[in-house]
Structure formats: C-alpha cells, structure tokens
C-alpha cells in the first residue's frame, strides 16, 4: 500500500511540473498610442456612403443588416425590406 501512495505522488508531482512548464504563455496585450487609437477610429474605411449601401441592398447582399431605429409609428408607415426595427430608445437594452 504504501508502494502505491509514493508511486501517485510521483505522478502528481511530474504532472504538476509538466503543467508548469507547458501551460499557456500569458498573451501580451497590443500597445497602441492614443495617435494610432485616433486614426484607426476615423479611417473612412469603416463607414459606408449611401451609394454603396443602395448597391448592397439591390443586390440583396446578405452581409448587409439594417436596423430602423425609428419610432414603430414610423417603421410602420414606411421601412426598406429586411430591415429589422430596434427603436433608438431600446438599442442598448439586452
């Protein structure tokens, strides 16, 4: 019995070395300066124009989601198909 007790706690005692040394590298967070944060927030890149966004909607392009934020009263009255209504006053609510 007491073969057995030091045999289980060598294999503990490798496991917990073996975990040690392979366990996951702490990822180092990416650095940016506030001047870089700036110019990736406005790049012109992110925002579509109106030209664009009427092409993806003939086109019925399906990575394309409009959300109305509109009043009901007014997605109601008139709404483009497929967009999806979520009144301004709810958009951050879960």
Known sequence: MKGNNLFG???????????????????????????????KIVQKTRFYSPDKVTKLIISKD????LIDVRTDKFYNKFTLNGAINIPLKDLLKK
């Open 9 to 39: 706690v060598i294999v503990l005692i490798v496991l917990g070395v073996f975990i040690t040394f392979t366990s996951v590298q702490k990822e180092e967070q990416e650095q940016i300066s506030p001047d870089e944060l700036y110019n």
């Open 62 to 65: 399906s990575s394309l989601q």
